[in-house]
């Protein structure tokens, strides 16, 4: 990635305890919370602007459906991966979450199929006992060099003639792999040839890294967008996800349909502030977008380098996209995960491997969508427990 005139201070520390935040008070105020994907940087100035605005004006009725905002979004899937879609198969949404559960209701009845990917994002991971459904598992599975891949042949097994939904989740949460054009054909052929409809949690695809080019898999063909719902957000990229904005792109009008009836009785519009911000980041903040790619590339890079030199039993791969580290502890010699050990031992809270299904025991995720002394503050408070750990034991060699 070039490398680009800092303009945006990405180290300045914010105090986010008395601000309702859910990842600061969650635990106790001596823990570094380094858990759920929020990150601890202001929002894009000119987000904060157009919201600052809006308050002024002093009226926070009900919002229409808003034209331009899918207009935007429309000029931004052009640009960014040479997608063309139309702004009438946008549908806004509250939340990404909302909409891989509305898709899942309105395509399958309960008992049938949704194929999953494990270990995943947790919501994706109970999102067929929400809803009623049969869960058709399959697990991603390590090369030699800890890089997670698709085996095609499990893939395909775990499909039935009952299953209707393959809830693919790309880039990958917790993984951080953003999958190859040649893995999402191979998976898309396998769910076309098997008549079961991709629904796309792309939320991550903004926060990609120097050497990763996402590829929304439904813009592969018009045959897979016919059989797609591709859901996505400003959320995470912009750190407006206490807002609620996301949208849909369902290409296909009978998909699209179905989707829309499933949200009847429910509330979703998009809130009206969500759609302020918006705008504002989709239009005004890309050089804000670059600079915090380039910050959070350096904060992946450190924390690569930390543990590679500084925790002899801990391993991860680098990221492709997300600002979430997976953390393989499994070398570790405890008696419990992890997650409880950092959390009484170093005071820092990571999030619990296997919360995120088969295949994430033993494993940890890290957050370092966060300034770099706040990183290294708790990396610090890591090693510093293990150290103890060592002396109590005699088991565990420095790096």
């Known amino acids: 990635m070039t490398d680009i005139p800092q303009k945006f201070d990405f180290d300045r520390i914010i105090d986010r305890r008395d601000t309702d935040s859910i990842k ?11 858990w759920v994907a929020d990150m601890d940087f202001l929002s894009p100035p000119a987000v904060i602007d157009a919201l600052r605005a809006r308050v002024e004006r ?12 899918s207009e935007v979004i429309v000029e931004r899937l052009r640009r960014l991966y040479g997608w063309e879609i139309q702004t009438d198969w946008v549908i806004h949404l509250p939340g990404v979450i909302t909409g891989f559960n509305l898709a899942c209701q309105a395509f399958a009845r309960p008992g049938e199929g949704i194929l999953i990917q494990t270990p995943v994002y947790t919501p994706i991971l109970h999102a ?19 890089r997670y891949e698709v085996d095609f042949d499990a893939f395909e097994a775990a499909i039935t003639g009952q299953t ?19 893995e999402l054909e191979k998976m898309a052929e396998i769910c076309l040839r098997r008549g079961v409809i991709l629904v796309s949690d792309e939320i991550h695809s903004d926060l990609l890294f120097s050497e990763t080019r996402h590829v929304p898999i439904a813009s592969l ?25 996301a949208f849909a792109v369902i290409p296909d009008q009978t998909l699209r349909k179905e989707f829309i009836k ?31 790619l380039v910050y959070l590339e350096g904060n992946r890079d450190f924390l690569v380098h930390a543990i590679r030199e500084r925790f002899p039993r801990i ?23 992890a997650f409880f050990f950092f959390l009484r031992e170093a005071r820092v809270a ?31 408070r890591m090693e510093e427990a293990l150290f103890r750990l060592e002396q109590k034991t005699g088991e565990l060699p420095r790096g």
Not at 228 to 244: D, F, H, P, R
Not at 276 to 290: C, F, G, N, P
Request: hydrophobic share 40%; with cysteine; charged share 20%.
């Open 24 to 34: 600061w008070c969650m635990y106790g105020p001596d823990v570094l919370p380094m």
């Open 262 to 292: 499933a949200r009847r009785g429910l509330i979703h519009w998009v809130n009206l502030m969500a759609t302020t911000a918006v705008l504002a980041a989709y239009r005004e903040s890309q050089d804000w977008l670059d600079e915090l």
């Open 128 to 146: 067929p006992e929400t809803g009623g459904f049969s869960c058709n598992e399959t697990q991603l599975v390590q090369d030699a060099g800890g």
């Open 164 to 182: 209707r939904v393959f809830l693919l989740c790309n880039p990958h949460n917790p993984v951080g792999r953003d999958f190859h054009r040649e």
């Open 221 to 245: 063909s018009p045959e897979v967008a016919a059989r797609s719902v591709t859901l996505m957000s400003a959320s995470k990229t912009y750190n407006i996800a206490g807002l609620q904005s």
């Open 315 to 337: 391993s991860m791969r680098a990221p492709e996209a997300t600002y979430l580290a997976w953390l393989d502890c499994r070398r570790l010699p405890l008696n419990e995960s």
């Open 58 to 69: 002093g009226v926070f009725g009900y919002p229409r459906e808003n034209q331009e905002l």
């Open 350 to 380: 990571l999030v619990d491997g296997a919360g995120f299904g088969k295949g994430g025991e033993g494993f940890a995720r890290l957050n370092f969508g966060c300034p770099r002394s706040v990183l290294k503050e708790a990396l610090d």
